[in-house]
């Protein structure tokens, strides 16, 4: 037991870092940037108008104390920090005055929910389906799933969601293409919102599994098809162990470790890919308003978004970490 | 190497198959260089037509022969991609081989890193930069972006390998004989990884192919620049679906699936040949 704390506090360390990391970053990236936040806001909402001279100075004035960039970097660094512990990034543009981590936070149940969803359907039935395909290699069905999956895999995530969109919105129409529910249903816990909620997440959820599927099928069957050959499974064949149970408790135990630490490594490749399927299906998710805060010069909005999704992906693949010991016990004596 | 190549060709039908289809995404890239018009110019032909003798792909909405707008695409896209590999490839080896051979803090310090960039999600990060940089943020900028964020993955297969190079005798031998640490790691262990390097090519610029798509498609590149994501981004602006240029769209997705499925089975080719256990065995061994 005291090996598994010492293991989770290195990781819980080593989350704090990366968190710590990526947001120094994204700040940095924003503030070194040569563009004035303030200029840019100014130059989005005078574009279009008649202001006199006096009204755009006072904006101005108004600007820069709200992002507070008349200060010196490093008090603006440490003001950043300081605000964040409290979950404040300063009012959103697009939907003023909203302060942008509501807005994150609205969206966030959604980009989680979804990629929860197809990130454990990818993941139990990828890993599944190529155990078996590896344990019994001249299976006709299964071989032919696998070419299937190694033509699927490489695609990008926007052409397949792209293609599900043309298929189910103009060919054959039969499922929602765009939102996260229906606009004729009230919002809360009754059947109608449910079932709509769940009938809006079939296609972007479908389209992930689609692209995130074959990675683990294909892995898990290269992986299978060489622990196949370990005295370990002649032995267990031999001693006439039911076949279930070498391929459930011996076969994909093992193969399932190396899987696990591939789930840490490939969640923000995921998230990425949620991103954009959001976008496509203009799915209320992180994704979609990530890019609605980009196209409407929204400062606070896209820092906002940023760090919530550095925190939120470190925090995932710190909880895919901590489940490893579980499923491999020679890491909590490490 | 015309033999790797060679048996490659005759025992690995992935490999085959993905030499090929690679190939002929390359010969159409490459003919972009014989096009009679500048691809960045528009309305140069008959908006709108449909794929016929003259127009092989059709016309697009904004008067470009989409031949050879699509030609140029890829060809653009294509650089990018390996320019891409070429920088990430650098990096990792330089991560790798130094974390391997030289070890202790230096490796822990090393490894910290990248475990950093391994977490931190990419796409957030690449939208992040056009925001700031807007119209500066040219093709030559991105791919230097993504470079720096697609080195973790293979830096740490290749630190795995000069682990296990750092003991070995030959080793010791050169470093008793005078070398510099330097001159180890690029005359006797490069050579041991550069199988690694080739496998992990092919994966780079199917990553960083698929980013620049997904980033252009949303209008968050250079969108007056053709490549394959600004295709479909022009295409999605004029919607083409919707009014019926259905070629704009089918066209230019079907010739990316072809590179990314080559790519795809040229990297899992490779791959396998270097795990000389499934290289046997599909030998038959």
Redesign the interface.
């Known amino acids: 037991m005291q090996g598994y704390f010492w293991f989770a506090a290195k990781r819980a360390a080593q989350l704090f870092a990366v968190v710590f990391c990526g947001i120094s970053a994204t700040f940095m990236v924003t503030h070194l940037s040569p563009i004035s936040p303030v200029e840019s806001a100014l130059g989005r909402m005078t574009a279009r108008s008649n202001f006199a001279p006096e009204a755009v100075e006072s904006m101005r004035a108004a600007l820069t104390e709200m992002y507070g960039v008349n200060e010196p970097l490093i008090n603006q660094y440490f003001n950043f920090w300081a605000r964040l512990v409290h979950g404040d990034l300063g009012p959103s543009l697009i939907a003023f005055p909203t302060p942008a981590m509501e807005l994150v936070m609205r969206a966030l149940p959604w980009t989680v929910c979804l990629l929860l969803t197809s990130i454990l359907i990818t993941f139990v039935v990828g890993n599944v389906m190529g155990a078996l395909a590896g344990y019994n290699q001249n299976n006709r069905f299964l071989k032919a799933f696998g070419v299937v999956a190694m033509g699927i895999q490489p695609i990008p995530y926007y052409i397949v969601a792209f293609i599900l969109l043309v298929v189910f919105g103009f060919i054959w129409p039969v499922l929602p293409i765009s939102g996260g529910f229906a606009m004729n249903v009230t919002p809360g816990w009754n059947l109608a919102y449910i079932g709509s909620v769940l009938q809006h997440a079939i296609l972007p959820a479908s389209s992930l599994v689609l692209v995130g599927f074959g990675s683990w099928f294909l892995g898990m069957r290269a992986l299978v098809s060489n622990i196949v050959t370990e005295d370990y499974v002649t032995y267990a064949e031999l001693a006439g162990v039911k076949r279930r149970t070498i391929v459930g408790s011996y076969v994909i135990r093992n193969a399932a470790v190396p899987q696990l630490t591939a789930l840490a490594m490939t969640l923000g490749g995921v998230f990425s890919g949620t991103v954009i399927t959001e976008q496509v299906f203009n799915y209320p998710g992180l994704g979609s308003l990530l890019v609605d805060a980009v196209n409407g010069g929204d400062f606070s909005l896209v820092l906002a978004v940023s760090t919530v999704s550095v925190a939120a992906v470190a925090t995932a693949i710190f909880i895919v970490d901590l489940l490893h010991p579980l499923l491999d016990p020679r890491v909590r004596t490490d | 190497m015309f033999a790797v190549f060679r048996d490659l060709v005759r025992y690995n039908i ?1 490999f085959a198959i993905g030499v090929t289809l690679v190939g002929f995404i390359l010969i159409f890239a490459a003919a972009s260089y014989f096009a009679p018009t500048d691809p960045n110019l528009i309305y140069v032909v008959i908006p709108d037509q449909p794929p016929s003798a003259q127009y092989w792909f059709g016309t697009n909405s904004r008067g470009q022969d989409l031949f050879w707008q699509l030609s140029t695409a890829f060809r653009n896209s294509v650089i990018f991609g390996v320019t891409v590999a070429v920088l990430s490839r650098i990096i990792s080896l330089a991560v790798g081989l130094t974390s391997g051979y030289v070890g202790g803090w230096v490796d822990r310090g090393l490894m ?1 890193v990248n ?2 960039f ?8 690449l ?8 119209s ?1 943020l040219n093709s030559w900028t991105l791919a230097l972006i993504m470079a720096c964020f697609g080195w973790p ?1 293979d830096a740490r297969l290749i630190r795995s390998v000069a682990l296990g190079l750092r003991h070995r005798e030959f080793t010791r031998h050169a470093v008793f004989a005078g070398m510099s640490t330097p001159k180890i790691l690029l005359q006797e262990h490069l050579p041991y990884v550069m199988p690694i390097v080739f496998s992990t090519f092919m994966a780079n610029m ?2 960083s ?3 620049e ?2 980033l252009a ?2 209008g ?1 590149t250079n969108i007056n620049q053709a490549t394959i994501g600004t295709v ?1 981004y022009w295409a999605n602006s004029h919607s083409a ?1 919707v009014v019926g240029v259905w070629w704009w ?1 089918l066209i230019p ?1 079907i010739f ?2 072809i590179l ?2 080559g ?3 040229l990297a ?1 080719s490779l791959n ?1 040949y270097i795990d000389p ?2 290289r046997l065995r599909r030998m038959g061994a």
């Open positions: 992935e910290l475990d950093i391994v977490a931190v999600p990419i796409f957030p990060v939208v992040l930069f056009y925001f700031v940089l807007r500066d993955f199917l990553w192919i698929g980013l798509v997904t498609v949303l968050f479909l679906m769209i997705v990316i699936v990314f499925v790519l795809f089975l899992v396998e256990r499934s």
